[in-house]
């Protein structure tokens, strides 16, 4: 599994950004999608995930403001961003946990960086 992440940018607070993460190799194994962030000298965080039946779940500082979803003819996941505030600020990691040959893998993207403007 590759994934390429994109859609980061600079914005100003109570604005919005879409990040798009393309998954492509053997996509059928994957079991859950996810964003997560990192901020210097900060450990990465889990921000919002998706598994392959669709249930969702979110960082408790981002529900209501941020909505993971899955484009699966494009094996493509979003992360809708809105109502983005300074403390959104960071590297914005796709990550895919996925089957294959009967073992559990785990892929990154490579980040994207979001900044979020006071």
């Known amino acids: 599994v590759q994934l390429q992440a994109s859609g980061g940018g600079l914005v100003q607070a109570g604005g919005s950004l879409r990040l798009p993460c393309a998954a492509s190799?053997?996509?059928?194994?994957?079991?859950?999608m996810a964003w997560y962030r990192q901020t210097p000298g900060n450990e990465r965080e889990l921000v919002a995930e998706v598994t392959s039946g669709g249930s969702t779940d979110y960082a408790d500082s981002v529900k209501g403001r941020f909505t993971i979803s899955r484009d699966n003819a494009k094996n493509t996941v979003y992360l809708q961003m809105n109502s983005l505030k300074p403390e959104d600020t960071g590297t914005y990691y796709c990550?895919?946990?996925?089957?294959?040959?009967?073992?559990?893998?785990?892929?990154w993207g490579q980040g994207t960086q979001v900044t979020v403007s006071s």
């Open positions: 190799g053997s996509t059928s194994g994957i079991v859950v």
């Open positions: 990550n895919a946990q996925y089957r294959d040959y009967g073992a559990m893998f785990r892929k």
